[in-house]
């Protein structure tokens, strides 16, 4: 029999096995939930933004939430509020603007993390405090240096704490996949008659596999009394490569909460990856009969909103997402998908919002194509933004004979990158030199509104670029990675260009893209600066540890 198609049906998930139903605070709207539905939980605004280089600003923190509401996640992690007056601006914006979704804030187990989570999230029609502790031996004893029965109190403390200033309480065992099991059951049952509402018992360290992983979510079930008055939460980071495969396992033990990231973005090797769990159900509910709000055909949207802005770029076979994902590239495949697409296709295009376009775009579209074709894409830009891709566009058509969606999904990306910054780069001219004169930048740069000029040589053209930079803009930051990726085919295409910069421990990522490879170089460069001031006004994140 043939598998059914992701695609075929509206939403994959298998509503017949709908058993007992309980009310459940944390989905949007207190929904009447049926027992196999699964409560997506997203935490790229303060996981994934945990991951060196991934800062956002605070305006990009909302479009993602903004996005992640729209496309049906039902709660959103927006951020860490102690950790500094960013975060916490960050989470309450973040609250003042999502209307359906649950809005949570982490908190250590302390008074002063949790008065100022519950301040940051006040705003939100439905706001989540998210504490943690370590229980593991190893973090007992090196981390917290606490005995396990001051843990044990300190576990009941925290969320009776957080439960007098909201109804929403999740508790976090930290490194509870490595949490001897006695302990771990007698602290989840403090921790729901203290009134938590949602007990998560995440692989911290990404050390566990799929069957012990679930017979962890099962010993609990079989072993807390009170289990059955929360959700179990799974929270999987990937060092294993067994992030998705655990939460998945997780949930046929009996877990109805994933926590999760867009494009698996996180800690080191990241989080369980949201668009794979969420296909996941859609493709195989006949093995995996449960359902998730989320509207899948929003996928690939939220993959680019979150590299563009990130400057995580996803990886080509990345499942899902990656551009080669429904690519076929043999004979022997595109001979079978022409013939019958579900020959080498489990999910279809559609079903995660990729769709191809039948508008082919050139020097001669116009603003009113370049739009519509944007529009196709899955792209909603504010005007200004479609202007600035616009201009660009017109420019890059006309120096490219074909502008390819790929094309289109460079430029757009790199014009979103460079909404409210500080230093723009208006010109840059490179004389090409040899051993006795070398390479030259001329640059123009502006800072705040006031635009400078300068000269500077190097060892090279990019090294003259850089150095040139540098002169306008003195900084102490030091450069790790240099990329440069061709976007299409042909001498003509454009090129990608990654930079890699660190200062005093923090690192930051910029993208830049244009058909010159320096510009894309310079535009990169200064991406990452841009990045690098948005962090240097955040203090240093508050090291997880309670
Ligand atoms: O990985 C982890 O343990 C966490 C907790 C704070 C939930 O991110
Ligand atoms: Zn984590």
Redesign the pocket.
């Known amino acids: 029999m043939l598998p059914v198609m992701a695609g075929d049906s509206d939403s994959g998930s298998d509503l017949r096995s709908v058993g007992p139903i309980r009310f459940v605070g944390a989905h949007h709207m207190s929904v009447r939930m049926d027992k196999n539905r699964v409560v997506i939980f997203d935490?790229t605004l303060?996981?994934g933004e945990?991951s060196p280089g991934a800062s956002m600003n605070l305006e990009e923190k909302v479009r993602i939430a903004l996005l992640l509401e729209e496309m049906g996640v039902d709660v959103i992690e927006a951020g860490f509020p102690i950790a500094s007056n960013g975060d916490f601006d960050a989470v309450q914006a973040v609250a003042a603007r999502v209307r359906t979704a649950t809005v949570a804030g982490?908190a250590r187990a302390t008074k002063g993390d949790i008065d100022r989570c519950a301040e940051a999230i006040k705003p939100a029609p439905r706001g989540r405090i998210?504490t943690?502790l370590s229980t593991s031996p190893l973090h007992m004893k090196f981390k917290l240096q606490m005995e396990p029965d001051k843990v044990l109190e300190k576990v009941s403390e925290s969320i009776r704490y957080a439960r007098n200033l909201v109804d929403d309480v999740e508790w976090?065992a930290?490194?509870?996949s490595r949490t001897e099991h006695d302990f771990l059951c007698r602290c989840v049952e403090a921790a729901i008659a203290a009134g938590a509402r949602t007990i998560?018992i995440?692989?911290?360290v990404g050390y566990a596999v799929p069957d012990e992983y679930a017979a962890l979510i099962a010993m609990l079930f079989n072993r807390v009394p009170n289990i059955d008055r929360a959700i179990v939460s799974v929270?999987c980071?990937n060092d294993l490569g067994l992030a998705v495969a655990n939460s998945l396992a997780a949930v046929q033990a009996g877990a109805r909460q994933i926590?999760c990231t867009v494009n698996g973005l996180g800690?080191r090797a990241g989080?369980a990856a949201m668009e794979e769990i969420v296909m996941a159900l859609r493709t195989r509910a006949d093995r995996l009969p449960y359902s998730c709000g989320v509207r899948t055909e929003l996928i690939t949207r939220a993959s680019r909103l979150v590299s563009g802005i990130t400057g995580f770029a996803v990886q080509p076979n990345k499942a899902i997402v990656g551009r080669n994902a429904f690519a076929h590239e043999s004979g022997i495949h595109q001979d079978g998908v022409l013939k019958h697409a579900q020959t080498y296709e489990i999910m279809t295009p559609d079903s995660v919002g990729l769709v191809r376009s039948n508008l082919v775009m050139g020097k001669h579209s116009g603003r009113a194509a370049f739009k519509a074709k944007l529009r196709e894409m899955g792209y909603e830009l504010d005007d200004g933004a479609v202007e600035d891709a616009f201009v660009r566009f017109k420019d890059l058509a006309d120096r490219k004979k074909e502008v390819f969606d790929e094309d289109i999904v460079a430029l757009v990306d790199d014009s979103v990158l460079r909404d409210n910054v500080r230093i723009r780069l208006k010109a840059l001219e490179i004389l090409c030199g040899n051993k006795n004169n070398p390479p030259t930048a001329g640059l123009e740069l502006e800072d705040d509104g006031v635009v400078a000029a300068c000269t500077a040589s190097g060892d090279g053209p990019v090294d003259a670029t850089f150095k040139a930079i540098k002169q306008l803009f003195p900084h102490e930051a030091r450069l790790l990675l240099y990329q440069v990726h061709a976007v299409t085919q042909g001498t003509d295409a454009q090129a990608e260009v990654t930079v890699k910069l660190d200062e005093d421990g923090k690192t930051v990522d910029g993208q830049g893209a244009d058909t010159d490879t320096l510009v894309a170089s310079a535009r990169a460069y200064v991406h990452a600066l841009n990045k690098l001031l948005v962090k240097r006004q955040k203090t240093a994140p508050a090291a997880?540890s309670a």
């Open positions: 935490t303060r996981d945990q982490l998210h943690f976090s930290e490194d509870g998560n995440p692989d911290t929270h980071h926590e800690e989080n997880l």
